[in-house]
């Protein structure tokens, strides 16, 4: 035998499994498995043994079964009380500040969650601190495919098509698979996340949509009963974004130096309680983006930005931003015209707004939308509707705002 190939990969092996040959021909087959980001990705043969006259079966031994109950503090109750999470540890880890945690973060997601079949929690280790630094996805920023609205005019005359936006695609690391039926929960215990996003990558002209320019946690879709306790995000350009975002619960998460805390095409009903963010740029942006044109006429079926209200029920407790602190206003000028100019490049796009927002329930929106703008830099709580939809229910409540 010359060589075994790996079918299913499998999850949550932190060491190389054992495998075991049997045949009723040949003997003498030896292999070993080899183990990265969890899974086995390839096998060594160690003896190609001798008288096979057919393929062996390879059988390998599972990966370790999920973690052992471990104390955990009830957000809810104040008490300390015993559950199975996932530990992200036991799938590989690091955990060390410098090596790519990415892979085996989503991996202790996917398992705890069935790839967002049903609800999980994953833990994090306590003191210790998580570099992420890979891409591993992307969120479309731009979304108007330029569909004329069939049932209205436009100045009086009918509608026509208008050339698509130009879509931009934000990146993220850390895949967020929930909704409100399979909701997850992450339990940092007080444990640090990291990227590459540094004070003097924040110093650039430019902003770009490649590292280290993404976001740690977000997803090609919306993220809906995300609960998210007891983390610090440090050095990040975007913490977590998403198109729409609903019934979130954040409490006691801490940030420092980061580009825009939350970055969210809409919200709903979501708790943002005890949110420390240091050194940042932008606090919680909403809006900035839209689907279509004509929602319910689009052949692209990119509807969802359109038929949720930009802010619903959102509410905002407890909250310290301080801005971004730089030696020079003419670094912090630098930094402003970089950041709003990134979020203007490939979301609000000031300006086109007038020549899109032209039908006849819409004619006047545009020239008040772009009238609006005025960036997200040091910015707190921000909302961005380009497309009519209304912000209710918003409470903001005991803020705290200093360096902006």
């Not at 009723?24 to 060594?44: H, I, Q, R």
């Not at 500040?97 to 049903?118: K, R």
Request: with cysteine; hydrophobic share 35%; proline share 5%.
């Amino acid at each position: 035998m010359t060589g075994v190939e790996p079918g299913q990969l499998g999850l949550g092996y932190v060491s190389a499994p054992a495998v075991t040959v049997s045949s009723s021909t040949g003997a003498g087959l030896a292999v070993t498995a080899n183990v990265s980001g969890g899974e086995v990705t390839s096998y060594t043969v160690t003896n190609g043994g001798s008288g096979y006259t057919s393929c062996p079966a390879i059988s390998v031994a599972p990966p370790p079964a999920a973690s052992a109950p471990v104390p955990v503090l009830d957000q809810r109750r104040g008490v300390t009380s015993y559950s199975a999470e996932v530990r992200v540890d036991d799938f590989g880890c690091a955990a060390d500040g410098v090596t790519d945690d990415t892979q085996c973060f989503n991996n202790a997601i996917e398992y705890a969650t069935g790839n967002g079949s049903h609800a999980g929690s994953v833990t994090l280790t306590q003191g210790k601190t998580y570099y992420i630094g890979t891409i591993t996805g992307y969120m479309q920023t731009a979304w108007d495919d330029g569909t004329a609205p069939s049932t209205d005019t436009c100045a009086g005359a009918p509608c026509t098509n208008l050339p698509p936006e130009t879509p931009g695609y934000l990146g993220y690391a850390i895949r967020i698979p929930s909704s409100q039926a399979t909701p997850l929960t992450i339990y940092g215990n007080g444990a640090t996340i990291v990227s590459g996003f540094t004070t003097g990558v924040a110093g650039l002209p430019t902003y770009t949509m490649s590292a280290p320019f993404f976001a740690v946690f977000g997803s090609d879709g919306p993220i809906s009963s995300w609960n998210l306790y007891d983390i610090n995000i440090n050095r990040a350009f975007v913490g977590a974004a998403t198109r729409g975002a609903a019934y979130w619960r954040w409490e006691r998460v801490s940030m420092n130096t980061v580009g825009v805390a939350v970055l969210a095409g809409s919200s709903q009903y979501d708790s943002f309680r005890e949110l420390f963010i240091q050194n940042g740029e932008a606090g919680v942006v909403v809006g900035g983006w839209w689907g279509t044109r004509a929602p319910w006429t689009s052949t692209s079926g990119g509807v969802f930005l359109n038929s949720e209200n930009l802010g619903d029920a959102t509410s905002l407790d407890s909250v310290v931003f301080y801005g971004l602190n730089w030696g020079t206003q003419s670094q912090s000028q630098v930094a402003q015209n970089a950041l709003d100019t990134w979020f203007n490049t490939y979301f609000f796009h000031v300006g086109d707004n007038q020549t899109r927002l032209t039908d006849q329930d819409l004619a006047n929106l545009g020239l008040i939308t772009d009238s609006m703008w005025r960036g997200i830099y040091h910015v707190v709580f921000a909302t961005y509707s380009r497309y009519g939809r209304p912000v209710l229910g918003v409470i903001v409540h005991n803020v705290n705002v200093k360096g902006t």
